[in-house]
């Protein structure tokens, strides 16, 4: 561990002045385009990795990029007391690699390989947190000149997928592990609009090396619109579609054909932001019709004329969940492929079956560079008939024999340094005081975590 400790502080000394001339880099690392260093005659060492020509016009080129991150992670009362006390805590690492090869304007491809690992885990090491080594992207472009309509682009092969607000379709960051889908996808763009299209089979993380692949087992397919400087903000209009060869909900299982159609309002005006959502969902499970939902806000001011210039949020959902046992209809959402830590770094809760109140304040404490959130989250679940699960999906507690709707109240403090565009250095901890339901379902112990996280990217 110690040579990539050294490499990570050399880089940030020797990365400092050029990252403050490069734009952040984005979520989806696919969308960065060094391109425009072409122009730049006196590149330093680190520019020539992410620009270096391969034609006499530069017009040709490859980039290279990557991430590398260390997290450790130390549970007291793990899943309500259910997982094996842990004293020591256990490590996550994570290397991500890539290129990105262009041959003009019109054509490229792109190749990232993943590495995560988990060491001292004190339970089996899920797929999410270790998988050794294996492609998790490879896919080529096509960009035919842009038209009068905007720039169409066809992308074949293995890619991240992410929409919105990121509630149903994620990279999932947090967790150890990112997720990717084998999928054609056809974008058309414009200044004020994009529309997506794309069909995908989902590719299942395995714990051997170069072993990822689809199998066919879920595939998601949809359209995706997004209107842009709307009087208003923005406007997305979707549908996705879900085939599962097997699930298994609380009151439901075998086959899945889940159809989500859903709207999101965002934009600002001022010191506020909004973010409202809706989505409705259709279709069967193992014979039983799917009717559920979900509606969701997330409104925040920002108060820069105070000191620290704090920004409180307030976010709610409300996430319908099985009404009646034993019928021929089921109500629990599907998050789908939801960003992992939906509710935070520890991911106690998945968004299925509940009620929750979220309220935060972040706090600049050096501005740019040093923030602190303070956040309070309280669960119910919306119907006492089902159970609670977890961020993929999967049942944690059924909700057969229990009366309690309260799940629990979880207060968090997060501390996060971002001394330039390559480093992110965080701490959280984060306590989970159980509630009414977990105390008849499970142990009900309550849950403190701690998590100290140092990622590099360049």
């Given at each position: 561990m110690k040579n990539p400790l050294r490499?990570?502080?050399?880089?940030?000394?020797?990365?400092?002045?050029?990252?403050?001339?490069l734009p952040a880099f984005k979520a989806l690392r696919y969308e960065e385009d060094y391109g425009f260093l072409r122009a730049d005659s006196s590149r330093t060492w680190y520019e020539k990795l992410k620009y270096t020509p391969l034609s006499p016009r530069g017009a040709s080129y490859v980039s290279l990029g990557g991430e590398v991150r260390y997290q450790?992670?130390?549970?007291?009362?793990?899943?309500?007391?259910?997982?094996?006390?842990?004293?020591?805590?256990?490590?996550?690492?994570?290397?991500?690699?890539?290129?990105?090869?262009?041959?003009?304007?019109h054509l490229r491809a792109f190749v990232q390989l993943q590495s995560s690992m988990a060491n001292g885990r004190a339970s089996v090491p899920s797929p999410v947190e270790e998988n050794p080594l294996d492609l998790h992207q490879a896919f080529v472009e096509v960009s035919p000149a842009a038209g009068r309509r905007g720039q169409f682009t066809l992308r074949l092969g293995?890619?991240?997928?992410?929409?919105?607000?990121q509630r149903l379709v994620s990279v999932r960051e947090l967790p150890n592990n990112r997720q990717s889908f084998d999928a054609a996808?056809?974008?058309?763009?414009?200044?004020?609009?994009?529309?997506?299209a794309f069909y995908s089979h989902y590719v299942r993380a395995r714990k051997g090396i170069f072993d990822d692949r689809p199998g066919g087992a879920t595939r998601l397919w949809g359209l995706y619109g997004v209107g842009k400087a709307l009087p208003w903000g923005g406007m997305d209009l979707y549908y996705l579609g879900l085939w599962k060869k097997e699930v298994?909900?609380?009151?439901?299982?075998?086959?899945?054909?889940?159809?989500?159609?859903?709207?999101?309002?965002?934009?600002?005006?001022?010191?506020?932001?909004?973010?409202?959502?809706?989505?409705?969902?259709?279709?069967?499970?193992?014979?039983?019709?799917?009717?559920?939902?979900?509606?969701?806000?997330?409104?925040?001011?920002?108060?820069?004329?105070l000191r620290f210039e704090p920004e409180i949020g307030l976010k709610a959902e409300l996430i319908s969940g099985d009404r009646v046992r034993e019928d021929d209809r089921l109500q629990t959402f599907n998050p789908l492929f939801p960003r992992g830590a939906y509710f935070g770094l520890a991911a106690f809760i998945g968004p299925a079956n509940l009620w929750d109140v979220h309220p935060s304040v972040e706090l600049a404490l050096v501005p740019d560079k040093l923030t602190c959130t303070l956040d309070y989250d309280a669960f119910w679940r919306y119907s006492r008939n089902d159970g609670i699960y977890n961020p993929s999906a999967a049942l944690v507690y059924s909700g057969e024999g229990t009366t309690g709707r309260f799940i629990g109240h979880q207060p968090a403090l997060d501390l996060t340094c971002t001394p330039n565009r390559h480093f992110l250095l965080r701490a959280e901890s984060t306590w989970f005081s159980a509630g009414e339901f977990l105390r008849q379902a499970g142990p009900g112990k309550n849950i403190w975590f701690g998590g100290l996280t140092v990622q590099f990217k360049y």
């Open positions: 490499l990570i502080l050399f880089a940030l000394v020797s990365l400092e002045s050029p990252a403050q001339e450790y992670f130390h549970f007291r009362n793990e899943d309500w007391g259910e997982q094996p006390q842990d004293r020591d805590g256990y490590v996550l690492t994570r290397y991500l690699a890539h290129a990105d090869l262009r041959t003009g304007r293995r890619q991240e997928l992410r929409y919105g607000s996808k056809a974008v058309l763009a414009g200044k004020r609009y994009s529309l997506d298994a909900f609380d009151d439901g299982a075998g086959a899945e054909l889940r159809h989500s159609a859903g709207s999101r309002v965002w934009g600002g005006r001022g010191g506020w932001q909004y973010d409202l959502e809706g989505v409705y969902q259709f279709g069967t499970v193992g014979g039983k019709s799917i009717r559920a939902w979900t509606v969701s806000s997330n409104v925040r001011c920002k108060l820069p004329a």
